[in-house]
């Protein structure tokens, strides 16, 4: 996939970015994001959404999927996940206004059924682009799909079970090739099993302390 000429270089060394060079990354990126129509997900989805959020955000959180009415609106998390998601952030004293928030996968999946192996890896090369324009300080997947794709890019020795996946990993800093990620449940476990919110709760509010640590 052509991407974005002389500036991945850049971003490959992992050189510090300028917020006009990520401005102007991003604009590349988001046009070939929405544009894109390498899999079938393209003939069923209303927009492919891009990243939104703080260009120089700390934190990235990359979630599964759009839900139905992302893809209608054409914005990260403003259905129900969203409405915990906030919630989340409010709890642990984060500011949404300062975080970078994106997908792994680019458009809606139909009926909200699991992702195809090639539509991960398709729009894994968008995500990949993304971490490198916005060089969060902390990636914090969301759920078992963001979380294995994540780890299993920086080389991380997995185990394929969703189950072994969330009891190993989530709400622990794993540190990959120089890469801080922080794997949490996604924020639509709550509406099936609310009784984790105040451990959920917790896991979030570890992230300021991850950043606390890292000034």
Not at 135 to 146: F, H, K, R
Not at 176 to 201: C, F, R
Request: charged share 25%; glycine share 6%.
């Amino acid at each position: 996939m052509a991407m974005l000429s002389y500036k991945l270089q850049k971003m490959s060394q992992r050189s510090p970015l300028n917020n006009q060079e990520k401005q102007e990354a991003l604009e590349v990126l988001n046009y070939q994001i929405r544009s894109c129509e390498r899999c079938n997900l393209s003939v069923t989805r209303k927009h492919a959404l891009t990243g939104e959020g703080n260009i120089d955000a700390r934190i990235m959180f990359v979630a599964l999927s759009p839900g139905v009415q992302e893809d209608v609106k054409n914005q990260m998390f403003i259905g129900p996940s969203g409405q915990i998601f906030n919630k989340l952030l409010l709890a642990a004293g984060i500011e949404r206004d300062l975080v970078f928030m994106t997908n792994l996968v680019k458009c809606m999946l139909p009926k909200n059924r699991k992702p195809k192996l090639n539509e991960i890896e398709l729009c894994g090369q968008f995500l990949d682009e993304e971490i490198a324009i916005i060089q969060p300080e902390v990636i914090v997947p969301l759920g078992y799909y963001a979380a294995r794709t994540v780890l299993t890019k920086y080389h991380a020795d997995l185990l394929e079970s969703p189950m072994n996946v969330a009891k190993i990993v989530f709400g622990k800093l794993i540190i990959l090739e120089g890469h801080k990620i922080y794997p949490i449940s996604h924020p639509a476990a709550l509406l099936y099993n609310p009784s984790y919110e105040a451990d959920t709760i917790e896991k979030y509010k570890k992230l300021q302390i991850l950043l606390n640590e890292g000034k």
